[in-house]
């Protein structure tokens, strides 16, 4: 009974750590945006769907879920490339989605490795 109520609490989530990081990330993005870091003009040119899965994304990152971060993060950067990356695209597009899937087997092996220990 005593180990069953550790794993409860030790498994919950807080709230107020979820928000921290919430507002975190978006100053953050609010930073980005309004300095106009990534050259994508004006202000709703950061905030549309793409950046929106990017934002996702890095909240989850921050939050341990790693894969459904990283796959967040991909998507919403491979919807941005032509915007942020000035190379040749194909080039990209050889080593982006491989690099993608391997950073997914690596979070599944990074998560069932912090699970084991605690």
């Not at 990152?61 to 194909?90: H, K, S």
């Amino acid at each position: 009974m005593r180990n069953r109520d550790y794993q409860y609490r030790h498994n919950e989530r807080r709230p107020g750590v979820a928000i921290g990081i919430f507002l975190v990330v978006l100053g953050l993005a609010l930073l980005v945006a309004t300095n106009d870091l990534f050259n994508l003009g004006s202000m709703s040119g950061y905030f549309n769907w793409k950046t929106a899965m990017i934002f996702i994304g890095v909240v989850l990152l921050l939050n341990l879920e790693f894969t459904g971060g990283i796959l967040l993060v991909a998507g919403g950067v491979w919807f941005l490339r032509e915007e942020l990356f000035p190379f040749d695209y194909e080039q990209f597009e050889d080593f982006f989605w491989p690099a993608v899937i391997a950073l997914s087997g690596i979070s599944l092996i990074l998560k069932s490795i912090i699970r084991r220990r605690s």
